[in-house]
């Protein structure tokens, strides 16, 4: 049966609905697309079923991590009901749709990953009682698991409420109960938009832009400092990133005879098999490609003599993400320009990455990183006779280095993007914040500004790195950096 199929077999023979019960030609009336359901076959599959209730289920491992940041949340709204979306299922096309992946707002508050999930934090005395609302396991005495298209027969088990309870440790309750609940409720309430129509319309004469945002800052801002459950995710996230990294190198000559799109699903494999996800959609961009920023077309050929940048990272499971980029010659050699090039980011990241630390300004590896890059492009003549600092007055440098230096990395890749100037551009850093350290230089191929050869060369080296409470930690260091390291990286992965 097609999927098409069980929608319809779903609105219009589920067998309690009086039509589908009372008349049979209600079964036959679309297109002759499905078979007819005897009310034998429906009385057959209300029962025969064993019980698979769990007991005893351990809660999952950021549970007291969870159960904390919503305490945070709590205390700076007392009073006022919260309401946080997981979000629904998006259309691919026709009745297809994306792979399903939770706000991150409701999973950072929750650990859980499923559809149409809602928190809700109720404001009580002394502070708020949450409860995830859920959907249940399906229905089989009324039909909905076999004849509905979110029936767990279709899309699998869900945890049961009792089930969610244990393993969340948060009171559940069905979602289906919940949008008619919030329109009776009173009070003040603030709700996590852009995630679930259903709950927004519900909410509709409740809510203010303005309040709904302050409420998105709050959990923008509170991510910027991760605890341990999220630095140890950050962690394997790199890791399996380095793995993924790995791969590629490992089929860079099978690659060179296809294309990009090869080396962007072998790392979507490993991505896959380590992780949930990528974070992001992969940057597989060789040759004049990797000037384009964000290159994710890869569809364009690998040739030896060419450098690749790889911009990609793998998602964990618990959805946090590494954003690691590193630019490889396809060939295991770097010419002497595209060398020349890359030692001058590198150097830049040194210096970028040295400048991570408690107490420095979120500016200031970017700016360290800049002068780096000012001070080659003046050295190598393409600012003709202007002094570095004029260079960096004027900002020229950003011709060829294009972007901003790095951000906060968490569960999204450029995460906490709601938090205010204050605390994220112009904040102060303080252990636990993990950000990305990312220069690059990049010499479009039409630029008839900088020597031929230069043109269609892109370079950028990107590492998340960890401010501690002495300085930081490169988290996806065991991936080599410096030009002779990743040459001879790459010839012991090639074989
Ligand atoms: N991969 C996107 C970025 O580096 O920001
Ligand atoms: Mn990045
Ligand atoms: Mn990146």
């Not at 590494?322 to 396809?330: Q, Y």
Request: charged share 30%; glycine share 8%; hydrophobic share 40%.
């Amino acid at each position: 049966m097609s999927y098409k199929e069980r929608q319809i077999v779903s609105e219009e023979l589920t067998p309690e609905t009086p039509e589908a019960t009372e008349a049979e030609p209600v079964k036959q009336r679309k297109n002759g697309l499905y078979p007819g359901i005897s009310d034998e076959l429906a009385e057959s599959m209300k029962s025969g079923w064993a019980d698979t209730t769990l007991h005893g289920l351990e809660p999952i491992a950021q549970a007291e991590h969870t159960a904390a940041r919503r305490a945070a949340l709590s205390a700076r709204f007392p009073g006022e009901r919260l309401v946080v979306p997981a979000g629904n299922l998006k259309t691919r096309s026709n009745d297809t749709e994306y792979a399903f992946r939770p706000s991150t707002e409701y999973a950072y508050l929750t650990g859980d990953r499923t559809q149409d999930g809602v928190l809700v934090l109720e404001p009580t005395g002394a502070g708020h009682d949450a409860t995830v609302y859920l959907l249940p396991r399906s229905d089989r005495a009324n039909g909905e698991f076999w004849l509905d298209g979110q029936g767990e027969l279709w899309v699998g088990r869900r945890s049961s409420l009792g089930e969610a309870e244990q393993l969340l440790g948060i009171p559940a309750k069905d979602v289906r109960e919940l949008p008619a609940a919030l329109t009776e409720a009173t009070g003040p309430v603030r709700n996590v938009r852009g995630h679930d129509a259903g709950i927004e319309a519900a909410l509709t004469d409740k809510v203010t832009a303005e309040r709904d945002e302050e409420l998105r800052v709050f959990l923008s801002e509170a991510r910027v400092v991760k605890d341990a459950f999220e630095i140890a995710e950050l962690k394997k996230a790199c890791d399996a990133t380095a793995r993924g990294f790995e791969d590629v190198v490992k089929v860079l000559d099978k690659a060179e005879a296809t294309s990009e799109r090869y080396i962007e699903g072998t790392f979507f494999l490993r991505a896959r098999v380590d992780g949930n996800d990528i974070g992001y959609g992969s940057i597989c961009a060789a040759g004049a490609h990797a000037t384009t920023l964000h290159w994710v077309r890869n569809d364009g050929a690998v040739r030896a003599g060419d450098l690749l940048l790889l911009d990609a990272g793998v998602e964990t499971d618990e959805l946090y993400t590494a954003d690691v980029t590193r630019t490889l010659p396809i060939n295991g050699s770097f010419t002497p320009l595209q060398r020349k090039i890359y030692d001058a980011v590198y150097e830049a990241q040194e210096a970028g990455i040295a400048a991570v630390k408690p107490g420095a300004a979120f500016r200031d590896f970017h700016d360290a990183a800049q002068r780096v890059l000012a001070e080659k492009l003046v050295e190598w003549g393409l600012l003709g006779d202007l002094s570095v600092e004029k260079v960096l007055e004027l900002g020229l440098q950003r011709r060829w280095t294009l972007h901003g230096t790095g951000h906060m990395l968490g569960m999204d890749v450029h995460d906490c993007a709601a938090a205010r100037t204050e605390s994220y551009v112009d904040g102060i850093l303080e252990p636990g914040v993990c950000l990305t350290v990312e220069p690059g230089l990049y010499f479009q191929a039409d630029d008839l500004t900088v020597p031929e050869e230069y043109r269609g060369i892109g370079v950028r080296i990107e590492d998340d790195i960890l401010v501690t409470e002495d300085g930081n930690r490169n988290l996806s260091d065991t991936l080599p950096r410096r030009s002779d390291e990743v040459e001879a990286w790459m010839a012991r992965l090639k074989g």
